[in-house]
């Protein structure tokens, strides 16, 4: 501070013709003292160092407090006073409140800035789960409130958070390190002041505790809080930001010049000197802290500095320094806006200008509020409208060097001025970790759940604690820790690993599968079998066998079986249109012209016992112009509902995915449901009226037993088509097609062989019953 007010005084452009003074007070730490100082400065109570200042010995403004809580303690005291409070070390957030301290400043930035990028710092290493401690000062509590609450809104769970502070027993403080030694996390954010961590180390020191990575604050990252070789276990790795150190040659200089000589009865000088040269100007204060294991040497003040390398003699400015030089220069450049005031264009009443040999604290106060100069450094400087700073952070990692003590190294920065994206810059390839491999700590509190799995919360645990469980069927999860599987398309499925959706398996009944080539060789014997029956009904048409069995029925019945085991064939192969269409009304068209030749055989054969009564004259009324007639009449019902089932919602090729999630099952649907069951009903009716007109005509003489033949043929037909119902709502896939087909294979056989069979065994294996004799023989079967 001294420095900055010479420097300022030496300076011809600012200030001119003007000498700043100053008082200096220390707090102790106390916000009691601080209250104390503050008030006595204000009251003018203490002599100011330049004597030849005139007029009221008032402070214009303060510089100070270092601690949180005493800077708010000073400004609530002067804040009614009007009189700035330009703290260089103060950081608590809440001093940014204009309404509670309208008179604060400072020139280092908020906590606000050092809680965010604290949080942002440890998202950038992939930490979810870290131990929090604060000391329970404003300082600690707003700081690490304020990292709490941007930790959280980057998905950072708090593993345990304590607070304590310097005078807390020492239980309570043992407490504190088993609980940072016992936890699973070994990343512990300290928000912390350096009182309360040198507490803090000690006890860790006394209980052993390594291995932990320290993420401190600016207030004692780089502070000496242990000895050097207890530095290297305890310390080293430790990450933190710290304001920007700044060269400024002139310093050095200047401190090489202090004397206590020069400065009689100030004990800052006097206590500065001892500490530089380990001595003492006084005998009876037994031994000096800094080295406490022995007498310390009397000062004589003829102590040399030049060539004397230490810490309180730097040539770079820390950033606490640079704060007090910088709190200095803004209240001197506000003095100097005050004094270049040009009446008329003034900022008060009446743009009025402040008089600089009698003027108004708060009039001060507004020039304070509105300085915006460039630093030495370049920097520009300004408030505001909190009173803060643009934050301005280095980061630093404590690292051992080659002579096994610890360096203070930069790994990064933050500039808050610099655009979106930019203001936060960590070299992770520069940190040296404290771990033994020099790996960045796992600091978790569950292992990531891999693509192909979602989060499931633990009842009653943070956010970060959480089980994986594997995505549903049909769902994946293609990123690492996904709250939620995604559903795939409908006609998509979820792979195995359930991390990407692939097309649904497709599946019909195809001519090239195994299936479908033995249910083609089925039709096909099916197809040959009729073939070889009209063959040798044609070729023996004129025996009594073929004749007694109306021939022209017989043949009409063996082309619509032949039609069936055809049609079977539209149920193999990929539904198309065309296909869809053909299935269900070749099917109902060619069942109706099988039932209906049936139906006539039927029906003939009753009428052929009528015709043998006396005075019967049944076979005039069913002729073979009648049968014809019948037969087209009954099939052509079941064409027409066909044609209008094509007009109005013909069968159409779908994928079915309701049954299956999957696979895609080719289909083809009905259409019209009207229409499908009034086909099938239609085939059904005709189906249940021949096999009840054959039943009743089974015990007809023999020679008309051809009904017994018709009643089994359509026990077996019915039979199939009944068991064929719950068979094809079970089956799967593909098999649905399978069964209908093997249905209507296995019904046509039925037919074939139940009717044809046992004529075929007379025509060729016993062609001596195949006579008219024997047709109309009775007691014998043919």
Known sequence: MIFAIEE????????????????????????AIASKAALALING???????????????????????????????????????PLVSYYSTCSCLSDKREYPTFFRTIPSDL?????????VRTFGWTWIGAIRSNTDYGNFG?????EHAEKFGVCIAYSETFYRTDPPEKISRLVQIIKQASTKVVVAFVNVGDMRILLNEILRQNVTGIQWIGTEAWVTANLLLPEERVIYLAGT???????????????HLQNVHPSNFPGNILVTEFWETLFTCSFTTDNGTNQQNSSGQVRQCTGNEHVEGIESVYLPAVMDGSS?????????????????????????????????????????QLLHYIRTVNFTAKTGETVYFDEHGDPVPRYEFVNLQVNLKGTVDIVNIGYYDGSAAAGR???????????????????????????FPGTRKVSRKGQPICCFDCAECADGEISNVTDSTDCIKCPSEYWSNRAKTQCVLKKVEFLSFGELLGFVLVMLAVVGICFTVATAVIFYHYRETPIVKANNSELSFLLLFSLLLCFICSLAFIGEPSGWSCMLRRTSFGVVFVLCISCILGKTILVVVAFKATLPNSSAMNWFGHVQQRLGVFIVTFLQVLACVLWLSVSPPYPFKNMRHYRDVIILDCDVGSLTAFYFVSAYIALLSIVCLVLAFFARKLPDSFNDAKYITFSMLIFCAV?????????????????????????????????????????????????????QMMAKGTSP
């Open 144 to 148: 690490m409130q304020g990292f709490m």
């Open 721 to 773: 088509w009944i068991t064929f119902i719950p068979a094809y709502v079970s089956s799967p896939g593909k098999y649905t097609a399978a069964v209908e087909v093997f249905a209507i294979w296995a019904s046509s056989f039925g037919l074939l062989v139940c009717i044809f069979a046992p004529k075929c065994y007379i025509i060729l294996l016993k062609p001596e019953n195949n006579t008219k004799k």
């Open 423 to 449: 203001k936060l810059v960590i070299n992770i390839g520069d940190v040296v970790w404290s771990t033994s491999g020099n790996t960045i700590p796992q600091a978790i509190c569950s292992e990531p759940c």
């Open 45 to 83: 109570e203490e002599s100011i160092e330049y004597r030849e200042c005139r007029g009221s010995s008032n402070v214009a403004a303060i510089v100070g407090c270092q601690i949180s809580t005493n800077s708010i303690v000073t400004a609530r005291t002067i804040g009614s006073f009007g009189i």
């Open 239 to 253: 990450i933190g930001p710290t304001t920007r150190r700044t060269e400024l040659g002139d310093l050095r200089n």
């Open 8 to 31: 300022i005084n030496q300076n011809e452009n600012l200030l001119p013709g003007i000498t700043l003074g100053y008082q200096i007070h220390d707090d102790c730490s106390s916000s």
């Open 322 to 362: 640079y704060h007090v030089y910088t709190a200095v220069y803004s209240i001197a450049h506000a003095l100097h806006n005050l004094l270049t005031c040009v009446e008329g264009e003034g900022p008060f009443s009446k743009n009025t200008c402040a008089h600089i040999a009698n003027f108004q604290p708060w």
């Open 113 to 121: 800035y050092q809680s965010k990028i604290l949080a942002e710092l």
